[in-house]
């Protein structure tokens, strides 16, 4: 069989293909993207960004009551937004297969949270896979399928950012085609309401327990026996990889299935060891739901509850018991690095926004998405940053409590475009009417940005086969009741200066619309700027914009350090020319 080197996303998309999924649906977010990037490249399968998560896992319910096999991904915290409906379709009984695949972000890479989705799985009664390698997240995608259509559930895979983003060689197979009949009515089946959906409840738990014994003898679950250890190691995940990496004096029992565990294969094999420990990231998952079975085991008191598991945090950890010999580390006679936190590209049109609001020392209420790093120096602009669309409830909040203590100073939120049809619209909703002093700005930069670019309600475009008109914001608000909107340009600098400015005093609801699109997916670039240094007074006006491409430099002949621009890197947005007091950022002429 043909070999192809696959991340772990990549090996989800072609597990889905082979075993011959029908439709997919997803909400981007890192590090799960690449998954219903590469099932697009399958004409076999619909594949859509649906508006959000919760709308996502409706699509792919609605195809797996048709009798498809669905798959729905997303990370950690996006179960967050599809649990309403999850918790409701665990007890349906699914027809067509159905895969939830959840990145979780252990280390926090790229997430406002650090949770642990292995308890979905226990509290909403369905399987829980885990691989460790591509090929394994390949073959579990066709397992947890056909475990969902025979017994009736949802199965969770669960992948980490290190799995998604690992690549290894991943042996290749053809599809295989299902025979899906469409949709067959069953009120008993899918109408949760009482009294079908008491019923379900025992239902529920019989197919966990049915599942549990299967899982004994499941070959994903392996044992790995070491001649003369005392010790039993029970590891999952990425995490088997780093514990085989350390080389422990141990045997080790490798679970691919972690909901239901194989608890009789574990209590038997616990058995023949002095000590049991368990390796695993994040909570104790495992080691709890172990010692409520009355069996011994110790696991956390030597890994972190917090932070991604490497091979070096295992080996220490290990080392405390005995089963690895501790090298002493030499110490590093280097500095320590200096601290380079991330930066709003060359030409980002969130750029001038926050610059003014700084200016402005507006009190800024923040939200997901890049313009989260304007919490960072130097513009330290937003002051909150909790979760997709709440900058809304929370100025809300936060205005009506500052009336009653007499402070009726204008308060401004910041939310982008995919944030605002992802979860922003009921806070809009809920903000109509109000007489507070409010300035929602939403910058529409046209795409998803922070995840890669990807399409969303704006750009109009959902899948590769669709291509409707984008929803224009101003056209949505008004519809709401919202009359007070105003589109920008934001490089228009001193335009949107006022225009914000006299936002921000107005009484009552205003919304600013900043529509320049994303410079990077739209790979936008416009003539270069360069500093005259005969002309710059090295007042770091520029420097305060936060451009990449600016910095300061010495110039031949002049004493003091004056602005430069790196020509490469600048896209011409004029932003620092227009900030500049004395007119020394200038636009080189075409023929230069």
Request: proline share 5%.
């Amino acid at each position: 069989m043909a070999q192809k080197a696959l991340s772990g996303n990549e090996a989800v998309a072609r597990g889905f293909w082979e075993a011959g999924g029908r439709v997919a649906a997803s909400y981007p977010g890192s590090p799960t993207v690449e998954i219903l990037e590469t099932v697009a490249t399958y004409p076999e399968i619909y594949a859509e960004w649906s508006v959000n998560e919760k709308v996502a896992l409706e699509v792919a319910m609605g195809a797996s009551f048709a009798g498809g096999r669905t798959l729905v991904s997303m990370k950690h915290v996006g179960i967050n937004i599809a649990s309403d409906p999850l918790m409701t379709f665990t007890q349906s009984r699914t027809n067509g297969g159905f895969l939830l695949v959840v990145g979780d972000d252990p280390g926090l890479t790229s997430s406002q949270n650090e949770q642990d989705s292995r308890f979905w799985a226990k509290y909403g009664n369905m399987a829980l896979l885990e691989p460790s390698t591509p090929q394994e997240a390949k073959d579990f995608v066709k397992l947890g399928l056909a475990i969902s259509e025979e017994y009736g559930m949802p199965v969770i895979l669960k992948l980490t950012t290190r799995l998604c983003h690992s690549k290894m060689a991943v042996t290749l197979e053809d599809r295989q085609e299902t025979s899906p009949e469409g949709f067959k009515e069953d009120q008993s089946r899918y109408c949760m309401l009482p009294p079908y959906a008491n019923e379900q409840q025992y239902f529920m738990q019989e197919r966990i327990e049915k599942l549990g014994e299967t899982a004994n003898a499941m070959e994903i679950n392996q044992y790995i026996p070491q001649e003369g250890a005392d010790t039993l190691l029970l590891t999952s995940s990425i995490s088997h990889n780093y514990v085989r990496e350390a080389g422990p004096k141990a045997s080790i029992f490798k679970l691919g299935m972690t909901w239901p565990l194989p608890i009789q294969k574990i209590k038997q094999l616990s058995s023949q060891y002095k000590r049991v420990i368990v390796v695993e990231e994040l909570m104790p998952f495992i080691e709890e739901a172990i010692k409520v079975q009355g069996l011994k085991v110790q696991g956390k008191e030597f890994f972190s509850f917090t932070g991604e598991l490497s091979t070096e945090v295992i080996y220490e950890g290990l080392a405390k018991v005995g089963l690895c010999k501790l090298v002493g580390k030499e110490e590093l006679a280097q500095m320590p690095a200096t601290k380079r936190p991330p930066l709003m590209c060359s030409g980002c049109p969130h750029r001038p926004v926050f610059h003014i609001l700084k200016r402005l020392k507006a009190t800024v209420i923040g939200d997901i998405g890049c313009y989260s790093l304007s919490i960072l120096p130097p513009f330290e602009a937003s002051k909150t940053n909790i979760s997709m669309g709440a900058s809304l409830g929370i100025v809300k909040g936060m205005s009506e409590l500052h009336h009653q203590l007499g402070n009726d100073k204008g308060l401004v939120a910041v939310i982008g475009d995919g944030t605002s049809f992802h979860s922003g619209m009921p806070g809009f909703l809920n903000l109509v009417g109000t007489e507070r002093n409010i300035t929602i700005i939403i910058l529409d930069n046209r795409t998803t940005a922070m995840t890669g670019g990807q399409n969303n309600l704006g750009t109009g475009v959902l899948n590769r086969d669709q291509d409707q008109k984008g929803l224009s914001f101003k056209t949505l608000l008004n519809a709401m009741g919202v009359e007070n909107v105003q589109e920008v340009d934001q490089f228009n600098y001193k335009e949107t200066l006022n225009i914000i400015r006299e936002k921000i005093k107005r009484p009552g609801l205003s919304v600013v619309i900043a529509t320049r699109p994303c410079a990077l997916n739209f790979k936008i670039r416009e003539q270069q700027f360069f500093v005259d240094p005969k002309i710059c007074i090295n007042c770091r006006s520029c420097i305060s914009v936060n451009c990449p491409p600016i910095h300061m430099k010495h110039y031949e002949g002049i004493e003091e350090k004056k602005s430069n621009i790196v020509r490469d890197m600048c896209l011409g947005c004029s932003v620092c020319s227009q900030v500049c007091p004395v007119g020394a950022i200038q636009r080189y002429r075409e023929e230069e």
